[in-house]
């Protein structure tokens, strides 16, 4: 792919403003738990049975309201214009984790409520609104150009082809841990120039970092809140041996000697727990996309196979079709009507990617991974406007070097099992996934 190519595929798209100016109304209601549409139950995602929900919601009420879940009350917005339009409008569909954050968990709705004086915020620009969200958002930013993706090509190619050259052929493996794992963690590695033996620290407290699950019980809440602390420590370590070191292009470093004087230990903190789960989670769930969704279409697996030219464009349609954060949520700052539904001051959004990117208006045949789809790209699994993932090219250039290595080597993974899924209704993605490789 040429760099123009390359560039284009990380581009924000331009903002969507239309749908306020033409007044535009969707069907809206409210709805009270126990209800089919309260989403956030994790079952529906460990028992990947979430597509006729979405379906029905988008059928019958685009925009809804559901009251009472174990997370509270919060809007469910489930098409993909609807969300393009929330996520235009950061002035009144606050991000901040002085509002609530990014996740529909609500400390106060839980069966075992956090008291007050364990609420430990480690504010993260993901979870900033603006100004404060766009300085620190600079500090990071200039770690993912075009130019530093060129820069680390190389390398991710070298690693991912020597892993795959270490895999047993016939024998059946682990794929999440062996291959989505693995690379995943050792990019993270050498983006933070983290200790390279230690690297699986990286996953592990991604995954504790990462699961909303965990907020539902004082038990689960502690044993995260230690692992935290144990990250915390690990970090703590590095910062002070690196700020001596002078400039380097590690993320730490970066921190360290960015213009932002007055970023402090726990802003530190947040913006590590937020790279280490944005670029973990996220780009290991859509490399197990990968394996399991050509092994679920298997005419589209055959077509990739003969036209390894589709890859660039087989990349967006994985990452849309696993969409592997399911949802973010905003917090209305005021009273607004969004197409026709009375958004009040305070309420809660969740925007169900999962099922922008399954909205029948925009994608054909919307449950099928289609490897020459023509609009794959207006997938949102990378959010959009002001907060779109900042690492979306380095996702995308880690997913696509798989391919091509795999494709160089003409090996095909096969699901031997049905994998095992994350339980949670953040995280969208598999535990594990026994795969057998074989030539083609
Ligand atoms: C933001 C998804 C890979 C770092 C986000 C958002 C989503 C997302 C949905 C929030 C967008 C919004 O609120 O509008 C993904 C997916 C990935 C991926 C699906 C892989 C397929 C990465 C990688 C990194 C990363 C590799 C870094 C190593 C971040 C950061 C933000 C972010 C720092 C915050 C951006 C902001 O608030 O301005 N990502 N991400 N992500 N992502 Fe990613």
Redesign the pocket.
Known sequence: MTKKEESKMATAPVLDTSATESGEKLPWKVVQCPHEWDVTRPEIYVEDRWHPIFKEMREQAPINKVEGSGFGSFWNVTTLKAIQHV?ALPDIYS?SFEHGG?TLVDDEALDEPIPEDERIVMPM??AMDRPK?TEE?RV?APAFTPGEMERMATDIRRRTGELLDSLPVGTAFDWVDKVSIELTTQM?AL?FDFPWEDRRLLTEWSDWAGDVELFRTEETRKARLAKMFEMGAYFQRLWDERKNRGEAPDLISRMIHSPMKDMNQFEYMGNLI??IV??ND??RN?MSGYAYGLHSFQDEREKLEKNPELIPNAVSEV?RWQT??AH?RRTALKDHDLFGAPIKAGDKIGMW?LSANRDETVFDNPDKLIVDRENARRHL????????????R??ELQIRVLLEEMAKRRLRPNVVAEPIRVAGCFVHGYRSMDVELTKY
């Not at 699994?381 to 979306?392: L, M, N, T, W």
Request: net charge positive.
């Open positions: 996520e991000s990014i620009f993901i969200h958002r990071i993270l983006l937020l790279l944005g670029g996220t780009t859509s990452i592997p954060l973010m990617y699994s990378f959010g959009y406007g002001i907060h779109r993932c900042v690492g979306a380095l996702a």
